[in-house]
T-cell receptor
Framework: NAGVTQTPKFQVLKTGQSMTLQCAQD?????MYWYRQDPGMGLRLIYY???????DKGEVPNGYNVSRLNKREFSLRLESAAPSQTSVYFC????????????FGEGSWLTVV | GDSVTQMEGPVTLSEEAFLTINCTYTATGYPSLFWYVQYPGEGLQLLLKATKADDKGSNKGFEATYRKETTSFHLEKGSVQVSDSAVYFCALNRRTDKLIFGTGTRLQVFP
């Protein structure tokens, strides 16, 4: 059972470099999300996509862009990485109706030096 | 806006002790409430959920009851094991699928 798969699992970037985090789900879910997890702050929503073809900002979107490539895939891009973006990033998905369970990937550990 | 408040950790217990992790929320209407667990080096997994007042969610010996009158969803387990050591997140959502998380509570269980 693959569920939500995200890559890479670990990445070290230099300040100013760009990179894309990839995410795919095989549960035929309509909604997908990107969260970041920082010590003492829980998980915060960066961007989400309620359905294929739509994306919306979450709580902390600055410095990020997203692409909902198709129903399965939702990527997160850092155009010019900053040390403040050092974090653990989680992709997640759910069915489109309200109050559904959200399923998470295993996380991507990103360090910006 | 909506928010979730959890007790700060870490919570340190001996094996077979009783566990309570407090969670309270602020939200208009009737949100769904969740507990997620994150084991070391892994992503979050849904532990249990409750979608309306007085519902009790349960899984793997953990329980939580949706208390509308006290806006709470405290997590309990009668006898913890070393393997329960993890970070526990309380969360809510309302009309959309966007989860709002608490800051997490680390549980450490020693033999």
């Amino acid at each position: 059972n693959a569920g939500v798969t995200q890559t890479p699992k670990f990445q070290v970037l230099k300040t100013g470099q760009s990179m894309t985090l990839q995410c795919a789900q095989d549960m035929n879910h309509n909604s997908m999300y990107w969260y970041r997890q920082d010590p003492g702050m829980g998980l915060r929503l960066i961007y989400y996509s309620a359905s294929e073809g739509t994306t919306d900002k979450g709580e902390v979107p600055n410095g990020y862009n997203v692409s909902r490539l198709n129903k399965r895939e939702f990527s997160l891009r850092l155009e010019s990485a900053a040390p403040s973006q050092t974090s653990v990033y989680f992709c997640a998905s759910s069915e489109s109706t309200g109050k559904n369970t959200i399923y998470f990937g295993e996380g991507s550990w990103l360090t910006v030096v | 806006g909506d928010s979730v408040t959890q007790m700060e950790g870490p919570v340190t217990l001996s094996e077979e002790a009783f566990l309570t992790i407090n969670c309270t929320y602020t939200a208009t209407g009737y949100p769904s409430l969740f507990w997620y667990v994150q084991y070391p080096g892994e992503g979050l997994q849904l532990l249990l959920k409750a979608t309306k007042a007085d519902d009790k969610g349960s899984n793997k010996g953990f329980e939580a009851t949706y208390r509308k009158e006290t806006t709470s969803f405290h997590l309990e387990k009668g006898s913890v094991q070393v393997s329960d050591s993890a970070v526990y997140f309380c969360a809510l959502n309302r009309r959309t699928d966007k989860l709002i998380f608490g800051t997490g509570t680390r549980l450490q269980v020693f033999p």
